[in-house]
C-alpha cells in the first residue's frame, strides 16, 4: 500500500506491469498526464473530460476490469478513508487555539482568497514562516 501511494506521489507508474499491459495507449497517456507532478503541465478537470480516451469511451466496447484492478481500487478508496479519518482524528484532538491558529494561518497563506492553496501560495506561506 505504502509503495503505491509513494508511485502516486512521486507520479511513477509502471506500465510494463499488470494490468497495464492490457490498457490502452490513450487510457495509458491520459494517466501519465493527470499524474504530472508540475501542476501546471498537469490536466485540469476540464481538459481530462476533453481527452480522446474519454471522447471515445462511449465507443469502446464494454471490457471487464479484471481482479487486479478491482483489487487496486478497492485499495485505493480504503487509503483514501483511512487518509480522512486520521485528518479527522488530528483535528479533534487540536485544542481551539491550534485550531485557530491552523485556520489563520491558511488565512494568511491562501492570498487568491478561494479557499484553497495551490502549491506556489504554500511555497510563499512556508517560506515566509522558515520553512523550505
Known sequence: EQGVAQAII???????RDPWPKVSDNAKDLVKKMLNPDPKRRLTAQ?????PWL????????????????ARLKQ???????KKRALRVIAEHLS????????????L????????INIDELRVGLHKLGHQ
Open 55 to 70: 471522447i471515445n469511451a462511449k465507443k469502446a466496447p464494454n471490457v471487464s476490469l479484471g481482479e487486479t484492478v478491482r
Open 76 to 82: 485505493f478508496s480504503v487509503m483514501n478513508k483511512l
Open 47 to 51: 481538459e481530462v473530460l476533453d481527452h
Open 109 to 116: 497563506m491562501d492570498t487568491s482568497n478561494k479557499g484553497k
Open 10 to 16: 512521486r507520479s511513477v507508474v509502471d506500465f510494463k
Open 96 to 107: 481551539v487555539e491550534e485550531a485557530a491558529g491552523l485556520k489563520e494561518g491558511f488565512k
